[in-house]
Nanobody, 124 residues
């Protein structure tokens, strides 16, 4: 599967952005999907994940209550709605996929496919 992330940009603190990840392939509906981010000089970190049917979602503590992950299997798309953004959310955001169910949604090693990343910059 190939992943294409988009929707990043510059936003003021307190604002919102919606990231989109478009996936190729007819088996998208089988994939566990995740969003990660990497700030300058820091390791890539988990943001959110969603199971193949959208039945379960998982969030990093730092974004819980502000970010929402969702998917539309008919459109092969995963969304990340980001509200109440802070400068600490500034990073390159990556979508990731695994064809199978996984248990450690927060580990980069669990994902087999990665998009190219989209930059989110939050100004204070």
């Amino acid at each position: 599967v190939q992943l294409q992330a988009s929707g990043g940009g510059l936003v003021q603190a307190g604002g919102s952005l919606r990231l989109s990840c478009a996936a190729s392939g007819r088996t998208f509906r089988q994939y566990t999907m995740g969003w990660f981010r990497q700030a300058p000089g820091k390791e890539r970190e988990f943001v959110a994940a969603i199971t193949w049917n959208g039945g379960s979602t998982y969030y990093a503590d730092s974004v819980k209550g502000r970010f929402t992950i969702s998917r539309d299997n008919a459109k092969n798309t995963v969304l990340l709605q980001m509200n109440s953004l802070t400068p600490e959310d500034t990073a390159v955001y990556y979508c990731a996929a695994n064809r199978f169910a996984i248990t450690r949604y927060d580990r980069t090693q669990e994902y087999d496919y990665w998009g190219q990343g989209t930059l989110v910059t939050v100004s204070s």
